[in-house]
């Protein structure tokens, strides 16, 4: 079956540092994968997404990049800030019947600190 | 303002009162879909629509009913709360449920507590 596993949070870094959230996939068919961003109290908001391999999605200083042969979609930020702080979902979209069913992460709980 | 809207926000119940989170969304989206948030399990489906008059379950469905008579509206039914449904719920939507590159756009979320 379908399945995102993401690494555990939570993942407390320095201004400016350097980011990595760590995630892979199990699939049977050809996903979209995701990466939402949850800021305290608030809703899920889609940060960037890839719709193929090898697509790299990328938004506000953050990448991802689809990778089929080690089935991961890793996000990545070169320098972060104290307003990075939140919760990152790691997800992707499959076919299953006659729609598209998102399966998400358990999240990455990110702190920054100044 | 494109937007999923849910109300309400936050809710105190009891065992066994029955009770009704309300979702609407303003972007004539087919799909509409409801999520609980539990610490460490992230985010699990309890109900999907892919249209009006459409739903069924999703991973999570025991205790919850929904309907979908209007597109934009897509209630969330607890006939019976239990404390095991204390939860934060998210309601979302996406413009057509058959394509897997559309991303789905989330509520603000309402925080149930059942004593």
């Known amino acids: 079956g379908n399945s995102v596993t993401q690494m555990e949070g939570p993942v407390t870094l320095s201004e400016e540092a350097f980011l990595t959230i760590n995630c892979t996939y199990t699939?049977?068919?050809?996903?979209?994968l995701f990466w939402y961003v949850q800021y305290p109290g608030e809703g899920l908001q889609l940060l960037l997404k890839?719709?193929?391999?090898?697509d790299k999605g990328s938004n506000k200083g953050f990448e991802a990049t689809y990778r089929k042969e080690t089935t991961s979609f890793h996000l990545e930020k070169g320098s972060v800030q104290v307003s990075d702080s939140a919760v990152y979902f790691c997800a992707l979209s499959d076919r299953k019947d006659n729609f598209n069913k998102f399966y998400f992460g358990s999240g990455t709980k990110l702190n920054v600190k100044p | 303002e494109a937007q999923v809207t849910q109300n309400p926000r936050y809710l105190i119940t009891v065992t066994g009162k029955k009770l009704t989170v309300t979702c609407s969304q303003n972007?004539?989206?087919?799909?509409m879909s409801w999520y609980r948030q539990d610490p460490g399990l992230g985010l699990r489906q309890i109900y999907y629509?892919?249209?009006?008059?459409?739903?069924d379950k999703g991973d999570v469905p025991e205790g919850y009913k929904v309907s979908r008579k209007e597109k934009r509206n897509f209630p969330l039914i607890l006939e019976s709360p239990s404390p095991n449904q204390t939860s934060l719920y998210f309601c979302a939507s996406s413009l057509i449920a058959a394509l897997s590159y559309n991303e789905q756009f989330f509520g603000p979320g309402t925080r149930l507590t059942v004593l």
């Open positions: 890839a719709t193929k391999a090898d």
């Open positions: 972007m004539n989206h087919e799909y």
């Open positions: 629509s892919m249209n009006v008059e459409v739903t």
């Open positions: 699939a049977t068919g050809y996903p979209s």
